[in-house]
């Protein structure tokens, strides 16, 4: 998982919303429970940097591929891209 936020990761910080959801889940202890909306943006959040992390890496970062392969129109794409600071292009993923 370190190995993995850090290749991926900008600037060799590691922020909580870039470790997954399963690790931080089995670390909470309960105190900072949130209400269902906030939770749920929160793991919408999660899953789209990953799933677009992940569809860059996979496609060179070659946004037009990416999303053709998530099924969603480029403009979409690179405005999801813009919102959780991920890089397209050459130096991607």
């Known amino acids: 998982v370190v190995r993995r ?5 900008e ?3 590691v922020a909580l919303g870039d470790l997954p959801e399963a690790l931080l889940t089995c670390c ?7 209400g269902f909306f906030a ?3 929160r793991l919408i959040c999660n899953f789209e940097r990953q799933f677009l992390s992940d569809l860059l890496g996979h ?3 070659n946004v037009a591929d990416a999303a053709r392969e998530a099924e969603i129109p480029r403009g979409t794409f690179y405005r999801l891209i813009k919102k959780h600071g ?3 292009g050459n130096d991607a993923c």
């Not at 936020?5 to 990761?9: E, H, K, P, Q």
């Not at 909470?28 to 949130?34: E, F, Q």
């Open 5 to 9: 936020i850090l290749a991926l990761g």
């Open 11 to 13: 600037g060799g910080r």
């Open 28 to 34: 909470d202890n309960g105190a900072s429970h949130k």
């Open 39 to 41: 939770q749920r943006e």
């Open 59 to 61: 496609h060179g970062g």
């Open 86 to 88: 991920l890089a397209a």
